[in-house]
């Protein structure tokens, strides 16, 4: 068995930000002493390691799985490739969804991408007692270090493991558990489910108890105390512990409460209009990721473009989206045809965001929006439908205009949790949280069309995720299968 030291491990990582770009840090030191001593090293360290920047996620394929999207044609469209070959066996949910079309593979990075996260994340926590730096320097890095290992845990479970149900956890198959603080060439059994969660809490825990001793500085760029909150009310949205849900969400929204109202902006669709996921949006905690995810952008003769079941969802007098143009669902008409024969091509685009380099921000947020929905959801499990129909519409009042922006309080719990439901699904559109709230909800059978064949010979097909299907847990990625026996079985539990 083959084991390295931490140094080691750590001198790998650094490694890496040769690669990734994370300019200045080894310029420090010479070629053999490349030895971080410092929290400040470290936290450069872990910040070229474990934090999507600007790049692509390597989950872009989650909208396809839901009922969010449709195959789309942009016959005007004459850059960019097919993106129907990548997002294929996503949006059709095949046995193996990496594999296109013609049978070529795309390869799922998520697992690999998130357990090296893991691995940076154990690696920082570790040398903690060793390192110089002041005691908030090392609390902001150790609550850095809990959130990203928090969240890697969350997206590996609910992408590769049963849903939670408090019933079922202790024996639902989940995702391996990691705690070496270095790389060894060894497999690692599925924990459970409850297992999962189990560790997820600690890491909540581990994040609130070292960012409590952080001063109050919010740099979006990095995890901290607001963002890793929201994420906290999240985890335990999952578990159902309603009254966790809402003190994770009190913590958050005392910590930043701010929405971005749509009301006080200029008309969606104007020059002046900004996009919404932006550095002027003042509800966001935590920025990450590529914005522009190839399968759903309009560039592309064929893409991945909004559902009519989405578009249809959204009410009068909503600024996301009012049938033609929004801050985040925009159409536009193209006359392709001359003024002689005019031809109007109609596009559906998605404009929540857009490059770091146009919205100063990257193209993902973990945000105030949340923690308002979250703890909704939980207050209304709880039967106290005025507090939860009070939160929807505080977060309605900054997205509708202000004439239909206030929803009765219906007289069912049912139907409270029915709009806190709708409300998520429209807030979060294209944000990666509708496949997690689908299985979390029921797991719904669901039907998408798939388009074949080319803008003058296009044929379609049909296929249906059963509710309930195995298939709401997607396959542990072809390349961790082939090279490791354990996880090739994929029924282990510990």
Same mark, same amino acid.
């Given at each position: 068995?083959?084991?390295?030291?931490?140094?080691?491990?750590?001198?790998?990582?650094?490694?890496?930000?040769?690669?990734? %770009?994370?300019?200045?840090?080894?310029?420090?030191? +010479?070629?053999?002493?490349? !030895? &971080?001593?410092?929290?400040?090293? @470290?936290? *450069?360290?872990?910040?070229?390691?474990?934090?999507?920047?600007?790049?692509?996620?390597?989950?872009?394929?989650?909208?396809?799985?839901?009922?969010?999207?449709?195959?789309?044609?942009?016959?005007?469209?004459?850059?960019?490739?097919?993106?129907?070959?990548?997002?294929?066996?996503?949006?059709?949910?095949?046995?193996?969804?990496?594999?296109?079309?013609?049978?070529?593979?795309?390869?799922?990075?998520?697992?690999?991408?998130?357990?090296?996260?893991?691995?940076?994340?154990?690696?920082?926590?570790?040398?903690?007692?060793?390192?110089?730096?002041?005691?908030?320097?090392?609390?902001?890095?150790?609550?850095?270090?809990?959130?990203?290992?928090?969240?890697?845990?969350?997206?590996?479970?609910?992408?590769? %493991?049963?849903?939670?149900?408090?019933?079922?956890? +202790?024996?639902?198959?989940? !995702? &391996?558990?990691?705690?070496?603080? @270095?790389? *060894?060439?060894?497999?690692?059994?599925?924990?459970?489910?409850?297992?999962?969660?189990?560790?997820?809490?600690?890491?909540?825990?581990?994040?609130?108890?070292?960012?409590?001793?952080?001063?109050?500085?919010?740099?979006?760029?990095?995890?901290?105390?607001?963002?890793?909150?929201?994420?906290?009310?999240?985890?335990?949205?999952?578990?159902?512990?309603?009254?966790?849900?809402?003190?994770?969400?009190?913590?958050?929204?005392?910590?930043?409460?701010?929405?971005?109202?749509?009301?006080?902006?200029?008309?969606?669709?104007?020059?002046?209009?900004?996009?919404?996921?932006?550095?002027?949006?003042?509800?966001?905690?935590?920025?990450?990721?590529?914005?522009?995810?190839?399968?759903?952008?309009?560039?592309?003769?064929?893409?991945?473009?909004?559902?009519?079941?989405?578009?249809?969802?959204?009410?009068?007098?909503?600024?996301?989206?009012?049938? *033609?143009?929004?801050?985040?669902?925009?159409?536009?008409?193209?006359?392709?045809?001359?003024?002689?024969?005019?031809?109007?091509?109609?596009?559906?685009?998605?404009?929540?965001?857009?490059?770091?380099?146009?919205?100063?921000?990257?193209?993902?947020?973990?945000?105030?929006?949340?923690?308002?929905?979250?703890?909704?959801?939980?207050?209304?499990?709880?039967?106290?439908?005025?507090?939860?129909?009070?939160?929807?519409?505080?977060?309605?009042?900054?997205?509708?205009?202000?004439?239909?922006?206030?929803?009765?309080?219906?007289?069912?719990?049912?139907?409270?949790?029915?709009?806190?439901?709708?409300?998520?699904?429209?807030?979060?559109?294209?944000?990666?949280?509708?496949?997690?709230?689908?299985?979390?909800?029921?797991?719904?059978?669901?039907?998408?069309?798939?388009?074949?064949?080319?803008?003058?010979?296009?044929?379609?097909?049909?296929?249906?995720?059963?509710?309930?299907?195995?298939?709401?847990?997607?396959?542990?990625?072809?390349?961790?299968?082939?090279?490791?026996?354990?996880?090739?079985?994929?029924?282990?539990?510990?």
């Amino acid at each position: 068995m083959k084991r390295y030291t931490t140094t080691t491990a750590v001198i790998a990582l650094l490694s890496s930000l040769l690669l990734s %770009g994370c300019k200045g840090f080894l310029d420090e030191y +010479s070629q053999d002493t490349i !030895v &971080p001593t410092t929290a400040k090293d @470290y936290s *450069e360290i872990l910040y070229g390691d474990a934090y999507f920047k600007e790049v692509a996620l390597p989950y872009r394929y989650l909208d396809l799985l839901t009922d969010d999207v449709v195959t789309m044609v942009n016959a005007n469209s004459t850059q960019g490739d097919d993106q129907r070959r990548t997002g294929y066996g996503y949006y059709t949910w095949q046995d193996n969804p990496e594999l296109s079309p013609t049978n070529v593979l795309n390869t799922d990075l998520t697992w690999l991408t998130l357990y090296q996260h893991i691995l940076s994340a154990n690696i920082i926590l570790d040398a903690l007692d060793d390192m110089e730096g002041t005691t908030e320097e090392k609390a902001q890095l150790e609550g850095e270090a809990h959130a990203i290992r928090l969240f890697a845990y969350f997206m590996l479970t609910n992408i590769y %493991g049963e849903p939670y149900d408090p019933v079922t956890a +202790s024996t639902a198959v989940g !995702v &391996p558990l990691n705690y070496h603080h @270095y790389a *060894e060439d060894v497999s690692f059994p599925r924990a459970t489910v409850a297992e999962d969660y189990a560790e997820m809490e600690k890491d909540i825990q581990g994040a609130d108890e070292a960012f409590a001793k952080v001063s109050d500085e919010r740099n979006i760029f990095r995890w901290n105390h607001a963002a890793a909150a929201v994420l906290a009310s999240r985890v335990y949205l999952h578990m159902q512990k309603w009254d966790k849900v809402i003190e994770y969400a009190d913590q958050a929204l005392s910590l930043n409460g701010a929405l971005r109202d749509l009301n006080t902006l200029p008309e969606p669709g104007s020059d002046e209009a900004k996009n919404f996921i932006c550095k002027d949006n003042k509800e966001i905690n935590y920025s990450y990721g590529f914005g522009i995810i190839p399968e759903l952008s309009s560039v592309h003769p064929y893409y991945f473009g909004p559902s009519d079941d989405i578009l249809s969802s959204f009410d009068k007098g909503d600024l996301r989206y009012d049938g *033609e143009n929004g801050y985040f669902i925009s159409t536009t008409k193209e006359n392709v045809g001359g003024w002689l024969f005019p031809k109007w091509v109609t596009t559906i685009k998605i404009v929540k965001t857009d490059m770091s380099e146009i919205t100063g921000i990257y193209g993902f947020a973990i945000r105030s929006a949340e923690a308002y929905l979250n703890r909704a959801e939980a207050y209304a499990m709880k039967g106290d439908l005025s507090r939860a129909m009070k939160d929807l519409n505080t977060l309605r009042r900054a997205r509708v205009t202000p004439e239909y922006a206030v929803l009765e309080t219906p007289g069912t719990q049912e139907e409270v949790v029915r709009l806190i439901w709708q409300e998520r699904r429209r807030e979060f559109c294209f944000e990666q949280l509708r496949w997690f709230d689908l299985r979390r909800q029921g797991m719904p059978e669901l039907h998408h069309t798939y388009i074949t064949g080319t803008d003058k010979e296009t044929g379609t097909e049909e296929y249906t995720l059963p509710a309930k299907s195995p298939k709401y847990v997607i396959p542990v990625p072809h390349t961790v299968r082939i090279s490791d026996a354990v996880l090739g079985g994929g029924k282990e539990t510990k």
